[in-house]
């Protein structure tokens, strides 16, 4: 995550992290600077994978509330009382399914 670009900026820090950050550094043979962009980045990296997540959980839920909402009317559609599990339905009334979520979502 760390690019080639670079720019100095000043920063005040308390002396204890000033402390850890160069203990650190010098542990890991890099500069200060080079360890702080690096805890940095570490910190970016982990607040996009939380937004990330949330998102996908987000769309799932939206995903799981639309095909519950649109469960009725699918089965209206190819004649049944209720949607069994897809893995049971034979190939017409897939077809069916077909045409009646491309009819719905404006496709056809």
């Known amino acids: 995550m760390l690019t ?9 820090l308390p002396t204890e992290l000033v402390a ?3 203990g650190e550094a010098e542990r890991r043979h890099v500069s200060r600077s080079r360890m702080i962009a690096e805890a ?3 910190m970016a990296a ?14 799932a839920e939206e995903a799981a509330e639309f095909a519950e909402s649109g469960s009725a009317a699918v ?5 049944q009382d209720r949607l069994r599990p897809i893995g049971r339905l034979g190939v017409e009334a897939l077809v069916k399914v077909d045409q009646a979520l491309r009819f719905s979502l404006g496709l056809t």
């Open 4 to 12: 080639a670009s670079t720019r100095k900026i000043t920063i005040s």
């Open 75 to 79: 089965a209206e559609a190819i004649g």
């Open 40 to 42: 940095l980045a570490r």
């Open 20 to 22: 850890f950050a160069d």
């Open 46 to 59: 982990e607040t996009l994978d939380q937004q990330a997540a949330e998102g996908y959980a987000f769309y």
